[in-house]
T-cell receptor
């Protein structure tokens, strides 16, 4: 069975500081991994996805994530936080290359940005 | 195209009533998905259509839930005899699946159901 664990339900950083959102996965097959962002009263938007190509994946809005098999991790980072980054972030895992078919989501991390 | 559209955005219903939600996917997308998201949790997969065929159903989809996509375009999700535990955000997503691959899925803004 596949699962993801997001460490920290709420992360707060200062504007301009490094953003680090942690995600660990469990999968019996090579996983496909995703990060989604959800703004208040909005649907989910795909930030980036890992599908067994490069281990460092670059996404939209300056975010990137690195797949580390030895650590079973797929942490999301951004060098410099912006106020507009405040949102809920979900890590997700799938056994298929599509971005939405039996995707298993983590419980989410709410990112707050301090001025 | 305005993206994935869901209607209504909010629904308050009394326990025991039936409710129906509608999802209009992006027009050329042949795949359509329903998810449920409860407060403080990530979305949970409910079911998935390719064109009009319902290909997968989660065990979360009890017999009180039924989803249809009769003409391979819009979809409806009906919940019969609603219970307070059905209160959640119901999300719809669509994607274009071609030759075993799938494009990015686009999510609607969701329908928030409150059962009182």
């Amino acid at each position: 069975a596949q699962s993801v664990t997001q460490l920290g339900s709420h992360v707060s950083v200062s504007e301009g500081a490094l953003v680090l959102l942690r995600c660990n996965y469990s999968s019996s097959v090579p996983p496909y991994l995703f990060w989604y962002v959800q703004y208040p009263n909005q649907g989910l938007q795909l930030l980036l996805k890992y599908t067994s190509a490069a281990t460092l994946v670059k996404g939209i809005n300056g975010f990137e994530a690195e797949f580390k098999k030895s650590e079973t991790s797929f942490h999301l980072t951004k060098p410099s936080a912006h106020m507009s980054d405040a949102a809920e972030y979900f890590c997700a895992v799938s056994d298929r290359p599509s971005s939405a078919s039996k995707i298993i989501f983590g419980s989410g991390t709410r990112l707050s940005i301090r001025p | 195209d305005t993206g994935v559209s869901q209607d209504p955005r909010h629904k308050i219903t009394k326990r025991g009533q039936n409710v129906t939600f509608r999802c209009d996917p992006i027009s050329e997308h042949n795949r359509l998905y329903w998810y449920r998201q409860t407060l403080g949790q990530g979305p949970e997969f409910l079911t998935y259509f390719q064109n009009e065929a319902q290909l997968e159903k989660s065990r979360l989809l009890s017999d009180r839930f039924s989803a249809e996509r009769p003409k391979g375009s819009f979809s409806t999700l009906e919940i019969q005899r609603t219970e307070q535990g059905d209160s959640a955000m119901y999300l719809c997503a669509s994607s274009l699946g071609v030759r075993g691959q799938n494009t990015e899925a686009f999510f609607g803004q969701g329908t928030r159901l409150t059962v009182v």
